[in-house]
């Protein structure tokens, strides 16, 4: 069964880090597009940063870029989101997804094969 359970949200104060990992089973995920995406409290589901099937390439959502890298560790089957700098904006459920589409396609979830339920990031005084 091809599954991705995240692991590493939790409360953090604003400028803190965190780091997401996202633990992929049932599949490898060096043959997919895996990304990482969010969605805040009244905002719509974003890609924030990914890797592209095929070209190994990273992607990053404008918001984050210099704050945030994706990162994966194929002897894990895993991969991770480092996130810096961390303000208020960021707070939201961060989702894992892995999908076959190609390249930089792995910034939008309509892709997107096979989802984890979630992780909850929250950034406040």
């Known amino acids: 069964q091809a599954q991705l359970v995240e692991s590493g949200g939790g409360s953090v104060q604003p400028g803190g880090s965190l780091k997401l990992s996202c633990a992929a089973s049932g599949f490898t995920l060096d043959d997919y597009g895996i990304g990482w995406f969010r969605q805040a409290p009244g905002k719509e589901r974003e890609g924030v940063s990914c890797?592209?099937?095929?070209?190994?390439?990273?992607y990053y959502a404008d918001s984050v870029k210099g704050r945030f890298t994706i990162s994966r560790d194929n002897a894990k089957n895993t991969v991770y989101l480092q996130m810096n700098s961390l303000t208020p904006e960021d707070t939201a459920v961060y989702y894992c997804?892995?999908?076959?589409?190609?390249?930089?396609?792995?910034?939008?979830?309509?892709?997107?094969?096979?989802w984890g339920k979630g992780t909850l990031v929250t950034d406040s005084s």
């Open positions: 890797i592209g099937r095929g070209d190994g390439m990273t």
């Open positions: 997804g892995a999908g076959t589409r190609y390249g930089s396609t792995c910034l939008f979830d309509y892709g997107m094969n096979y």
